[in-house]
């Protein structure tokens, strides 16, 4: 329900709050004005280091939220690996990501019963979910005009409005805004990074909020 909220949420909040110019922002042209100081040499052994370091950190102050942080590290780690896991890297993201959500999407839709769906309850939850995703974006979109107020560089507000943990769903939807201002302004790899950073940020908001209820 929350995935299927996102492409009617994103817009909408999108275009209450930002402006034509604003959504027009190049993130390409700005990177050739103002491109990054900091070089990084080795990138392939910081996207091998970069999961460890995270799955141990939270492991470390958030144990309950492992389960869910360290699966999305081990995907990423056994991508970047190389050669040698490629067989794992596959049927990870082809075969065994395929069955799993052919028998997730069965196993909720056999227990949905008009019963436990159709109640004040579920209701309840859809409507906070709905506002609960509108603040985030709401909170993202202002951080990026926050920002732009004071860098050279500035940032498309629809980078900010993805950093939230609906991926790639929310990406996607802020990009095809992005290309109805301008067909070249793809910002999809942009707004994945955002995407990535909201997942870790709420497995582990998430872990902590269990860790008080336990």
Known sequence: SYMALVPVIIPLVVKLLCSRKELSINMKEQEKKYPSK?????L??????????????????????????????????????????????DAASNSIMNAATIFLGL??????????????????????????????????????????????????????ATGLSAVPMASRVANEIALKYDP??????????????????SAVAAGVLISFLA
């Open 44 to 89: 392939r052994v910081l996207k091998i280091i970069f999961p460890i370091v995270v799955t141990t950190v939270v492991a470390l102050f958030v144990p309950s939220a492992v389960p869910l942080i360290g699966m999305l590290m081990f995907g990423n780690l056994v991508k970047e690996i190389g050669t040698n896991t490629f067989r794992l890297y």
């Open 184 to 201: 070249k302004n793809h910002v999809l790899q942009y707004c994945m990074a955002s995407n990535i950073s909201g997942v870790i940020g």
């Open 107 to 160: 196993s909720v839709g056999a227990t949905m019963t008009a019963e436990a769906f159709l109640n004040w309850t579920t209701i309840g939850i859809v409507i906070g979910g709905f506002l609960a995703f509108a603040l985030s974006i709401t909170g993202g979109i202002f951080l990026v005009k926050l920002f732009n107020l004071f860098s050279k560089k500035k940032i498309n507000p629809l980078i900010g």
């Open 38 to 42: 900091t070089e990084i040499k080795n």
